[in-house]
């Protein structure tokens, strides 16, 4: 039972969760089987156990029916109801937690019922919760567009036909709710066709920024709106800066109007925009992007549901070895590994301690740890093919460096789940990578007026270059050997 999918949802539970699972198979609304109350008792006594004899099958039986022969169907049927109950549980756990949904309903039932008073009453204690509200995310705009929605046509129904007003309020929050989420979607989607090989058709978006363009005075005073619009434009005229200053105000003076996930989902386009600014070769961005991270853990805004990204943890720690933060780096290591997803963190801490081992110069750990990793994605693994070929740089290795360029680039050819845009940014990058290999030994072959003229001109080559991923590196390598540091 202990490998069973029931077992695996429920060890999952935090342990208060775990308490309220509890308490509601008990409750006699929900469950009137007494068996099924037993099974879940039984499987939270053993969760943590190293023992596994008491979870199976017959064990179980015989503690539940220890007067009964053993009948497999009957325990894969009390498995089935104690699911059941496990699904009704997390539904209801996730309704609670929606801060409108409750008041909606009622309002609803009221309608429903035909109870006029109730449902005055009740709405007017949702405007009040509303109106209280700072946070004017989609769900509150939601959340206006239904309660008017209800009232309105309850009110043209069975009162006045033409009071208009309330029903004017019922699409003026429609309007705002669809283009709140209209933007959202998009942001996300046009970030996935940036990063990932996929496609989008964004029906009638072009009309829509042009519609808000015209009424840009009416639509900036929604918070969510203004939020998602500015990350779009980021996205769609990358080149312009100003798309990403206006973002950093909405950042530095408005996340008090953001819902948490909004507060988080800024953060992320913020990083995301630093980070592709870092990969074509803008360095300056680099002490941007370390700001902005510092700044989401201090706020807490860098977490979604307390969880931390693998890949804001990777960054976050290659950009303090960058500035030479070694121990500070360790420590973040060490005290946020336990914020990622469980079956990401030995990976990951696998992969950043190797990172870390590369810039204080210990290439034989770097090494050691990098060739236990496991590539569980692509991401992982450009990363880490990108690291072990610049340690076997660092160690001076041509014929390993050679080999680990060919066999990084057979892998960006045959990858299916790149881009063409990152496909060639990646060869860009493993291209001028081997004329750098290949330079370090010819120092010996050529005056060094010679070999300073080679080395200015595959600067100069790299610099002009378009789509160089990791351009940085190339050239910080050539500086190197230019000022006569070949190690």
Request: net charge neutral; charged share 30%.
């Amino acid at each position: 039972m202990q490998t069973s999918r029931l077992f695996r949802l429920i060890e999952d539970l935090s342990k208060k969760k775990r308490e309220k699972f509890l308490l509601f198979v008990r409750s006699p609304y929900f469950n009137q089987h007494e068996k099924t109350t037993e099974l879940l008792e039984l499987i939270l006594a053993n969760i943590g156990k190293k023992n596994t004899k008491k979870l199976e099958k017959e064990a179980v039986f015989k503690k539940l029916f220890p007067k009964d022969k053993f009948d497999e169907q009957q325990i894969h049927n009390l498995m089935s109801y104690l699911k059941k109950l496990y699904n009704k549980f997390t539904a209801i756990q996730c309704l609670e937690e929606q801060e409108y949904e409750e008041q909606l309903f009622l309002l609803e039932a009221a309608t429903k019922n035909n109870q006029a008073d109730f449902l005055k009453n009740r709405s007017k204690q949702l405007q009040k919760q509303l109106k209280k509200n700072s946070n004017t995310d989609s769900s509150f705009l939601y959340a206006n567009y239904r309660m008017y929605k209800i009232l309105g046509y309850y009110i043209t129904e069975y009162e006045d036909r033409a009071d208009s007003e309330v029903l004017q309020k019922m699409m003026d929050n429609f309007n705002y709710y669809f283009i709140a989420e209209m933007l959202e979607n998009c942001c996300h989607l046009r970030a996935n066709m940036i990063m990932l090989n996929s496609s989008y058709h964004f029906h009638f978006l072009d009309e829509l920024l042009q519609y808000l363009e015209k009424n840009w005075s009416v639509y900036r005073q929604i918070p969510s709106i203004e939020l998602y619009y500015t990350i779009l434009m980021s996205l769609i005229h990358e080149e312009n800066d100003q798309h990403y200053d206006d973002l950093k105000y909405i950042l530095d003076n408005k996340t008090h109007l953001l819902s948490t996930k909004e507060g988080h989902d800024s953060y992320r386009f913020a990083y995301n925009y630093c980070i592709r600014k870092i990969n074509s070769g803008d360095s300056a961005y680099q002490e941007e992007l370390f700001n902005l991270y510092n700044t989401g853990l201090e706020t807490g805004l860098i977490f979604q549901n307390g969880v931390l990204s693998e890949w804001d943890y990777k960054n976050i720690a290659t950009l303090g070895c960058s500035f030479k933060k070694f121990d500070w780096t360790k420590d973040f290591i060490e005290n946020y590994n336990s914020k990622l997803m469980p079956n990401r963190q030995e990976n990951a801490y696998k992969f950043n301690m190797a990172n870390l081992y590369y810039n204080q110069k210990e290439y034989n750990k770097t090494l050691e740890l990098l060739l236990d990793v496991d590539f569980p994605d692509v991401k992982y693994n450009l990363t880490t093919n990108f690291l072990i070929l610049r340690t076997f740089y660092a160690m001076n290795n041509t014929e390993s460096s050679l080999s680990r360029i060919e066999a990084f680039r057979i892998y960006v050819m045959r990858n299916k789940r790149m881009t063409t845009d990152q496909k060639r940014g990646y060869t860009n990058l493993l291209r001028f990578a081997k004329k750098l290999v290949l330079l370090r030994p010819q120092a010996q072959t050529y005056s060094e007026k010679e070999f300073g003229e080679k080395i200015k001109a595959l600067k100069q080559k790299t610099i002009d270059a378009d789509n160089v991923i990791n351009k940085f590196w190339i050239l910080e390598e050539l500086e190197k050997l230019e000022s006569g540091v070949t190690v």
